[in-house]
């Protein structure tokens, strides 16, 4: 009784359901109350199984709910675990702009007013997808995984300055929108500053944390007039082709590397013939 | 860092028309403004961000201001919302 786990959901299957039929009913009826001795949530009585009235009314003179499903066991636990797994998982709001690039997940962060709204505004334009503007509920599943969406209310709903509210699911239609995407890459948008050193060569990737999961973070200095649209496009795409195997500026990195290889050695091995075959001529 | 508790007093709630004036005050200042609401924390600049609060007459919202200008940010915002945003 000590290993008893009454905080947990009740399952009662067929194994449980046999189980108290096969008690006669001076003993099931008298025992079933010392269920109650502790505080459980809920009965879930899976296979379509029913509690006899009897017992129902005990329960329900408790105060504990007691739900029936058609589902196997197997599955019921499956859907009970994946919803609790849902609604008890760590929740954060992020002040922010979440869009699908490219099937890549891009958080646009920064300081009211940087315009985060508008290089959404301008993504979706391009046939990109708007998850959620202004209000981005970040939730965490499993260890790993952070899933953005929009709030109930303000769903694919945007503010733009001077421009007011505007609902972009019935100006540019459903497929510039998504209702959930996972965050792959944060960008963070700011002012450029002559006192910070910006990442020349992308070798060295910094990370930031949300709900305790490491993502990709991605400082990037805007000013008037620099197209972060198109940057943001390219930084998409870059880490698809990172989660391919390839990191551009590794690989810019070694072939600087095998140049200055064999310029160092005293023999040039470059193959003049390879060199005349892939000159282009026009 | 400047913390407040404040209530919900008009009957139609936050909506639309005093989360414009809210954000509209909130924006003058340099201070950073949040609200707090079951435990969810949104940017009080944001119109999309006060709005998505729903808050319902009668409820309770944390205001956190940070900043060089908190004191008079919290004193302006704290008066909007015990005048009832102007509304019955």
Request: charged share 25%; aromatic share 8%.
């Amino acid at each position: 009784m000590e290993l008893f786990t009454f905080h947990r959901v009740q399952v009662m299957g067929n194994t449980e359901v046999n189980y108290l039929r096969s008690l006669p009913a001076e003993q099931r009826i008298p025992s079933f109350p010392r269920l109650f001795e502790f505080d459980i949530p809920c009965i879930i009585m899976t296979a379509g199984n029913t509690l006899e009235p009897e017992l129902l009314a005990i329960a329900t003179e408790h105060g504990v709910p007691v739900f029936t499903t058609k589902y196997e066991t197997t599955k019921a636990v499956y859907f009970v675990g994946d919803f609790l797994d849902d609604q008890f998982s760590p929740k954060t709001i992020i002040h922010g702009a979440f869009v699908d690039v490219y099937g890549i997940g891009v958080l646009f962060v920064g300081r009211s007013g940087i315009g985060k709204s508008e290089i959404a505004l301008d993504l979706i334009e391009r046939g990109h997808r708007l998850v959620a503007d202004d209000v981005v509920m970040v939730i965490r599943k499993g260890e790993s995984i952070l899933m953005g969406s929009g709030s109930s209310l303000v769903k694919h709903f945007m503010e733009v300055r001077g421009l007011g509210l505007i609902d972009i699911r019935s100006i540019f239609g459903v497929r510039s929108v998504r209702f959930q995407k996972r965050v792959e890459v944060v960008v963070q948008l700011e002012e450029w500053d002559d006192t910070i050193e910006y990442t020349r060569t992308g070798l060295d990737t910094s990370e930031t944390e949300i709900l305790g999961v490491s993502v990709p973070h991605i400082r990037l200095p805007i000013f008037p007039g620099k197209n972060v649209t198109v940057i943001s496009e390219v930084i998409a795409l870059n880490h698809l082709l990172k989660h391919y195997g390839h990191d551009s500026a590794l690989e810019f990195s070694r072939r600087l590397q095998t140049m200055l290889e064999q310029k160092a050695d005293a023999d040039d091995k470059s193959d003049p013939m390879i060199d005349w075959l892939e000159h282009d001529f026009e | 860092m400047i913390e407040r508790e404040v209530m919900i007093k008009n009957k139609a709630g936050l909506h639309t028309r005093p989360a414009a004036a809210l954000v509209k005050i909130a924006s003058r200042y340099q201070s950073d403004f949040f609200i707090e609401k079951d435990g969810f924390e949104i940017n009080g600049k944001s119109i999309i961000g006060v709005m998505t609060l729903a808050a319902e007459r009668g409820s309770t919202l944390r205001l956190i201001f940070e900043g060089p200008d908190e004191n008079d940010a919290a004193i302006d915002i704290c008066k909007l919302f015990d005048e009832g945003f102007g509304e019955p």
